[in-house]
């Protein structure tokens, strides 16, 4: 299935320790904090995301291992409900196709 760029589950992670595992960007763009977090119930934890957006200049080269995806065509992904709430969070305003 595919997801976003996460990073470990840590209760009480900050922003450093997050930000520190996140794809390198550098010279591309910057990683910012969406307000707000992302709630989702497995069978045996709540769990609570912190959602970071950076915009990418459509011609930049993915990280290495991982591929750029048209928002327009986020819809047909493979997704897990919980990477759904956190492109939904992420996107915020925008509309995309999310079965």
């Known amino acids: 299935m595919t997801e976003v760029p996460i990073s470990h589950w840590l209760d009480a992670q900050n922003d450093h320790t997050a930000l520190k595992q996140a794809p390198v ?6 990683w910012h904090r969406k307000a707000g ?3 989702h119930v497995f069978t045996h934890f709540p769990l609570e995301l912190v959602v970071y957006t950076a915009n990418v200049p459509a011609r930049a080269r993915a990280p290495q291992g991982m591929r750029w995806v048209p928002i327009s065509t986020l819809g047909d992904e493979a997704l897990p409900n919980l990477m759904r709430k956190v492109i939904a ?3 915020g305003e925008i509309k995309w196709c999310a079965p």
């Open 25 to 30: 960007l550098k010279g591309i763009a910057r």
């Open 37 to 39: 977090v992302v709630t």
């Open 89 to 91: 969070h992420g996107l």
